[in-house]
Each structure stands twice: as C-alpha cells, then as structure tokens.
C-alpha cells in the first residue's frame, strides 16, 4: 500500500461527514429554526454542530438522523439558553425571525407548513426551551421519546410528562388560529392587496376579524407600535397608514413572498426591505398580522432556505 493511504482515508471519511451532513441539512435547519424562532441563529447551531461532527467516529455512529438532530438539538437549547436575557431586554413585542422559502418548500406537507408558521413559531414561544424542543421533536420530526430524552438531557419518563405539558399548552393558544391553508392564505392576501392599495376601508374591514390583532417587532430599530393594537378598526387605521405610504413614497414597492409556508407581504423602499408582513387568518378573515421591522431580523431575507421533516 502507498504512504498515501492514511491520508486517503481521513479524506474520504471527510467526504462521507460532509455528504451524511448535506443530505440531513433541510431536516436540521429546520428543528434548529423551530426551536429558537430564527434562522440567523439557526444557521450558526449548523455551523457548530458540523465542526462537532466532523470530528466523530462514524463507525459508532448506529443512526445518522438520530444522532445530528441530538447534536442539534443540544446546540439550539445552549443558544436559546444564552439569548434569554437579551429576549428579556428587548424593545417591544418579540417576533420571530420571517423565513423566506423556495416557492415550493412546504406546500406538499401540511405539518411542515404548519410547524414553521408564524402563527405557531408565536405560540412556541410560551414554552419553556425544553417544551418547546420536545414538542418539535416529538409532534412534528415524530423523534421517540428515548431519542429526545438523549437530545434534552432527561430521563424518558420527564420527557413524557414535559411533552404532555407542551401539547395541552400549544392546544390551549392554538384554538385562535386555523391550520394554515395557503391557498386560502393566498386569497385572502390578494384582497388585502387591492383593498390597500384602493383606500377601500370597507372592503378592509370586511377581511378583518372583529378582535383582530397588530403585532409589530421593531426592537426598537425602527417606528412601529411598541404594544400589539387590537380591534378592527385600530387595525385597520395601522393598515391604511403603512400601505398607503405607496402612493407618497417614492421607490416604495410592495410584494408578496412565500414566508414561512404561506403567502406574505414583504415592502421595499428602493432595494432596501423596510419590513415583513405576515398573516394568520380563520373562518376566512384576518385574526392576526405579524409585522417584522426590526432591520436585524430581516437580514435573513436575504437567502431561501429549505426545510423538511425527513
């Protein structure tokens, strides 16, 4: 054998971490997004969590999808676990980060449209890091609890009970929202388009439902309402401010975007994104928009990302 053998087995065992890796990304991208809300940090746990891989000995490795979502998942919670007193500090209402997905991403699995909603990602982050990252887990990657008690660091039993916990507590603060349906979605942003673009107040306000909800997350960052308006007619009034800037801005456009499994608005003044607006509807009407403007959060619009539970 040559001198280079050893050195041609090391690369080749790169090769086969780095393709193992690739394969799972959409899958680990998407648990780290799920549990910590943004796809900046979530792109970083993968940065990390691949330098640890790199380094492991693939003979002892008995499941590759098992073990990286472990390693990912124990990522994540550090993070989440970090970041907590920078949420505690921050500026007004916390949103999540807005995901920009290929146009196809999401719109064959219902689950995964529904997990990576804005209206669930809100919903998630009632739960404590350990609920939450069990309830992903469990509920929508379908990880048996003796795996997801070796990702979070508990005995199965406490996963059991902490996963019960989790689904009584999204099951309470779901009943607001109806499972995301994009074409319904995309109706409904079709005629909030042409209802803001007209001034019709009427026709806004016959989208709207009556205890309607404006969420804007400025940090600060930017001018946004620093508390949630509530009513249909605040809404309304708010709606009619932002989008009939169109009209008296110059280089303001206003499109739509496929974010986080569904139709949204997205506005730009020049090429710069000013802001990123996303709806949650049920029974046919607006209950919800989510108003993302803190310039920090927006940067990852800049990339699609994809996603996928397998």
């Known amino acids: 054998m040559s001198a280079e053998a050893p050195g041609q087995d090391t690369e080749l065992r790169a090769d086969e971490h780095a393709e193992r890796f690739t394969r799972l990304r959409p899958l680990l991208f998407t648990i780290a997004y799920e549990i910590l809300g943004s796809a900046t940090e979530a792109d970083d746990v993968l940065q990390d969590s691949y330098l640890r891989w790199s380094q492991v000995d693939l003979d002892a490795v008995r499941d590759t999808k098992s073990y990286l979502a472990k390693v990912v998942t124990r990522q994540a919670l550090n993070t989440v676990r970090a970041s907590s007193r920078r949420r505690e500090d921050y500026v007004g209402p916390w949103l999540p980060e807005p995901l920009l997905l290929d146009e196809r991403d999401a719109s064959s699995d219902a689950v995964l449209a529904e997990s990576v909603s804005m209206a669930m990602l809100v919903v998630l982050e009632t739960l404590t890091p350990d609920e939450r990252a069990v309830f992903v887990l469990h509920e929508v990657f379908g990880f048996g609890h003796q795996e997801i008690a070796s990702a979070v660091g508990k005995s199965v039993i406490a996963v059991r009970q902490t996963a019960h916990r989790a689904r009584r507590n999204v099951q309470a603060r779901r009943k607001r929202f109806a499972p995301v349906d994009a074409a319904e979605t995309a109706r409904i942003t079709g005629q909030f388009m042409a209802a803001t673009a007209t001034g019709d107040l009427d026709g806004l306000l016959a989208l709207l439902a009556p205890d309607a909800v404006w969420t804007a997350d400025s940090g600060g960052k930017t001018t946004a309402a620093r ?31 496929n974010c986080n499994g569904a139709p949204a608005i997205a506005a730009y003044v020049e090429d710069r994104l000013e802001g990123v607006f996303l709806l949650a509807t049920a029974d046919g009407r607006i209950t919800d928009f989510f108003a993302v403007r803190n310039p920090d959060k927006l940067r990852a619009m800049a990339e699609t990302h994809r996603i996928s539970r397998r």
Request: hydrophobic share 50%.
């Open 227 to 257: 508390r949630p308006l509530v009513g249909a007619a605040k809404v309304a009034a708010a709606v009619l401010d932002i989008f009939g800037k169109r009209k008296r801005t110059p280089g303001l456009r206003i499109e739509t975007v």
